[in-house]
C-alpha cells in the first residue's frame, strides 16, 4: 500500500487555533481532520499520523480525545509525542515573552523532558502522554490491531496510487510465518491471530500488509515500553534525590550499618530500575543518573563512607 504522512498535530479544534494550524480546522466540518483520514484512506492510503500533546488550549480532556480520534480514524502508526518549542519559531519568540522558556530541545522526539512551561500541570501532562501510548500501543496490542482490521477494510486497491502488493508466494509465506511465530506466542497473539484470521478469510490479498502492519505493530510497543521505563527512572531518581540528605541524616542516627543497609537498597533498585532500559535508551537516563550518583557520593563522604556498591 502506499504510505503518507499526515501533520495532524491535535484533533481539538481550540488547541488547533491558538497554535496557528487553522488549515486542519472546518467551521463547516467540526470532524473535517476524521473524514479528511476517511477520503485518504479510500484512496489506497495508509495514513501515519502526526500528534502533539502539550499544546496552549489543551485540557487533561485531550489524552482521551487523542486515543478516541486515533482509534476512529484508523491510524495504526500514531506518532505521539510532547510538544517542542524550537528556537526560531513563533511559538519560541511567544513563549520567551511570556517567560516560558526553559532552554533549548534536546533533539530528542522521544523525550519527556520539557523546554517550556506547559499550562497543563507538567506532571499531569506527563503521565497523560504515557497512558495515551500505553493505550494505543497496549501490552497486547488489542486497540493497534483494531486500527488495523479498521484500516484494511477502509482500503480501496482500485484507487491505490501505486499497485498494492501482489498475494504472497509460497516462500514468502514461510518467511512471514517464522517472522510471526514469536509474536503468536507472546502476549499479543490472541489480537494479532483475530486480525490476521479476518485478513485470510475476507481479505487474503492484503495478506502481505498484514504481516507488514504486525511487524510494525511490535516495533512500536518496543518503543512504547522504553519512553515509559526511562520517564519512569527518571522520576524514582527525582523522588530519591529529594529525600536523600533527609533520609541519610535520619539514617545515620540508628549507625552506619543501618545506613550502609539502606544505601545498598537504593543502589540495588536503581540497578532494577536501569536493567529495564534497553541500551539504544540508556543515554536518555545518563545525566540524571550521574547526577543521582554525584549527590549521593558527597552525602555518603559528609559523613566519612564511601559507596558500599557500584553502579553498573
Known sequence: MSHLFVGIETPTPAALIATKKKQNVRNDDPDYPL??????????????????????????DAFDTHIRFIQQAAIPMAMEGLLTVLKGTDLYYRMEREGRLRGDTTGNNLDTQLNFIPEMPEAVLKAG?????????????????????????????RHAPKPMHTPLRLTEMMRFTLASTKQLVSTQGPAYLQFLSRVIALHPDMLWEAFELAAKGYHLRKITEQVTAVDNFKQYLAHEMDNLKEEIA???????????????GVIAQVQREYSMIHKDFRHDVEETLNT????????????????PMRFS
Open 129 to 157: 502522554y504515557k497512558r495515551v501510548l500505553n493505550t494505543i500501543y497496549d501490552r497486547r496490542l488489542a486497540n493497534y490491531f483494531a486500527r488495523c482490521w479498521t484500516l484494511v477494510q477502509n482500503l480501496d486497491r
Open 250 to 264: 535520619r539514617r545515620a542516627q540508628d549507625g552506619n550499618q543501618r545506613l550502609k543497609a539502606y544505601v545498598r
Open 35 to 60: 473524514h479528511a483520514m476517511q477520503i485518504l484512506q479510500e484512496k489506497g492510503f495508509e495514513v501515519m499520523g502526526g500528534f502533539i500533546l502539550g499544546l496552549d488550549g489543551e485540557t487533561p
Open 292 to 307: 543521582f550518583v554525584s549527590a549521593l557520593d558527597t552525602s555518603l563522604q559528609a559523613l566519612h563512607l564511601r559507596m
